[in-house]
């Protein structure tokens, strides 16, 4: 029984071995999970893992792989965090700003290596550094002393860093800069070149890869100088005076508070002696030197004072004079009637002498002097006024100012005009020399003959037509209107008359409107033709301005022929204002007279002859 029992337990004991060694499990990879990423900056963050089993074998390597592709390995970057089960913590580290990353734990056993789960994560973009500006110190004329200091690089390397400056608010790089190392912490910079006396903007920066940033503004101004002044050259010297000045062309950095001229009889003369105030600021001053010794030698300094001193410019001498002639230019002369002008003068120095003698001088020849016709005017300087009597009517008159002191008698420029001609009605026209010809400039608008008997004005057309004496008219019967503008048409009466005209002029003949127009260069050949003739004859007479469809002309001759138009002899009717001008001759062909006819849509002139009825305007030209 016993030996029964034994080999029963032995048996069993066989079973149990075999049991325990035939059913033993292989060892696995282990078990992990990856932490989540904290602690991210521009290039590092912290992460880790948690290996909750081993797989059946001792962990021989953990930490974590990462990298900018999904699924990183421990091929690429990794950390080495120590062996064993458990959590771990990880230092990413050597990373790109504003980068993706993707990141899984990983453990190492016998078997291989087993991965957490992946996580991903962005790491922080690089901002701009944080830099104060330093205050400006050790300031002189053209320099001072600055710099700054970065608190924070922003995540970036420093790569540059310094001040800049400029004369206007927040300069940035592109004006005038310092550059002082790279780098985090406090910086000294210094700034040349300056101009003195100027207020100056100043700026530190850092600069990183995200770019630049900037300190706050800090303003100060440098030291001035003493002012940079010329001396302007001396002009206008007389027995007592002359003129001069100066020019600021730098104040120094500091207001100029005064300026002008220094002046005396021995060399570098300075403020303390005798010297104009002209203003202040910057920019050219004139300074009149008075009071001064005749035929004396004089030194003259231009100076400039600021907060700074006095600065004088170069040293100019000249010698004061004895009396000169005067200077005097003469007015333009204005209302001239037929006998009477008013012109005058102005005398702008004396000379250095008293004026004893002033006026105008005039005659018909050129150069007219005091001795001859001439008016006295009160005063010694300045403009004045004169009233030229008893003149000739249109007379070519030549006018010059004078002004006499100790010195002799001065003129001013030579001036010349025309007196006026006068009719018997009292209407006044001005006149122009064409060639060897003397012209009315306006058409006539007298209404009485030259032995002021009247000539009758004839207002209906019917009337008009059935006249055989001298007769005018007013173009639409509208003397406001056309008298000034195109004076009278007159019948051919009127014309042959032989009165109508002022004394000593006439109305032309048909060959002094030949002589007129040949000297206006008509051919030869033209001018005994009917009709159209020439070339731009016309067009020299034609006024510029108020003939219609484009028809004005150059007016070469100064004639001014305006559109007056014409009475119709077959109707008595009114026609071609602003389109015709028509002027009569003296001279008959049969029991017609010639005329002139100028055409707003031509530049030629019209030769032809009308009966007497009709009505025309008339220019009158001198015997």
């Not at 590092?44 to 021989?60: D, K, P, Q, Y």
């Not at 249109?394 to 005009?417: C, H």
């Not at 002589?515 to 004859?537: F, S, V, Y």
Request: proline share 3%; charged share 10%; glycine share 12%.
């Amino acid at each position: 029984m016993k030996k029964a029992f034994n080999l029963y337990s032995a048996l069993s004991l066989l079973i149990f071995f075999a049991l325990l060694y035939g059913c033993k499990k292989e060892p696995d990879m282990p078990t992990l999970t990856t932490t989540t990423v904290t602690n991210i900056t521009t290039v590092s963050a912290s992460s880790g893992g948690n290996i909750t089993l081993n797989g059946g074998a001792e962990v021989t390597a953990r930490g974590v792989c990462w990298g900018t592709t999904t699924m990183p390995t421990i091929a690429g970057s990794k950390t080495s965090d120590g062996a064993d089960v458990g959590t771990f913590t990880s230092a990413i580290t050597g990373l790109t700003p504003n980068t993706d990353y993707f990141v899984r734990a990983y453990a190492t056993n016998s078997v291989g290596t087993s991965y957490g789960n992946e996580v991903t994560f962005k790491t922080n973009p690089v901002t701009g550094a944080v830099v104060t500006t330093t205050t400006v110190t050790s300031v002189t004329t053209t320099t001072a002393v600055s710099g700054g200091n970065i608190t924070s690089d922003g995540g970036g390397s420093i790569t540059a860093r310094g001040v800049c400056w400029a004369t206007t608010a927040n300069p940035d790089l592109t004006k005038s800069k310092t550059t002082d190392g790279s780098g985090t912490g406090t910086f000294t910079s210094n700034l040349t070149a300056l101009t003195p006396g100027t207020l100056y903007h100043v700026r530190a920066y850092a600069t990183n890869s995200s770019g630049t940033t900037y300190g706050a503004d800090v303003t100060f101004t440098t030291v001035p100088v003493i002012p940079t002044v010329t001396t302007a050259l001396i002009t206008s010297p007389t027995q007592t005076g002359a003129t001069t000045g100066g020019n600021v062309t730098a104040n120094g950095g500091a207001a100029v508070t005064a300026r002008g001229v220094c002046y005396g009889t021995a060399p570098a003369p300075a403020i303390g002696g005798a010297h104009t105030t002209d203003g202040a600021g910057d920019g050219a001053f004139v300074s009149n030197l008075t009071g001064l010794t005749p035929s004396t030698l004089y030194y003259v300094r231009a100076y400039a004072t600021n907060s700074a001193g006095t600065a004088y410019g170069a040293e100019l001498s000249f010698t004061t004079s004895a009396v000169l002639l005067a200077t005097v230019t003469t007015t333009a002369v204005t209302s001239p009637t037929n006998n009477s002008a008013t012109s005058g003068g102005n005398v702008t120095s004396t000379g250095g002498g008293t004026i004893t003698a002033r006026g105008v001088c005039w005659g018909t020849s050129p150069s007219p002097v005091a001795t001859g016709s001439h008016t006295t005017e009160t005063g010694t300087s300045g403009s004045f006024t004169s009233s030229l009597t008893n003149l000739n009517e249109a007379t070519l008159y030549y006018v010059r100012a004078y002004a006499t002191n100790s010195a002799g008698t001065a003129y001013g420029n030579e001036v010349s005009f025309r007196t006026l001609l006068r009719d018997a009605s009292g209407n006044l026209y001005h006149t122009v020399v064409v060639g060897t010809q003397v012209w009315m400039v306006e058409n006539l608008k007298t209404t009485k003959f030259n032995d002021n008997t009247d000539i009758q004005n004839v207002t209906g057309d019917g009337a008009w037509i059935l006249l055989s004496a001298p007769a005018y008219c007013w173009m639409l019967n509208d003397a406001a209107t056309y008298k000034d503008l195109y004076g009278a048409l007159y019948n051919g009466y009127a014309v042959e008359d032989g009165k109508l005209c002022p004394t000593g002029w006439k109305v032309p003949s048909d060959d002094d409107f030949k002589t007129l127009e040949l000297h206006l260069g008509m051919a030869a050949d033209q001018i005994d033709l009917w009709g159209a003739r020439g070339t731009n004859q016309g067009a020299q007479m034609k006024a510029t301005s108020g003939w219609l469809d484009s028809g004005n002309g150059t007016n070469l001759s100064g004639l001014t022929a305006v559109p007056a138009g014409y009475r119709y002899y077959d109707d008595g009717t009114f026609r071609g204002t602003g389109s015709f001008s028509y002027w009569w001759s003296s001279s008959a062909d049969g029991t017609s007279l010639w005329y002139r006819r100028l055409d707003s849509n031509a530049s030629s002139v019209y030769r032809a002859s009308n009966v007497k009825i009709a009505g025309k305007s008339v220019r009158c030209i001198k015997n």
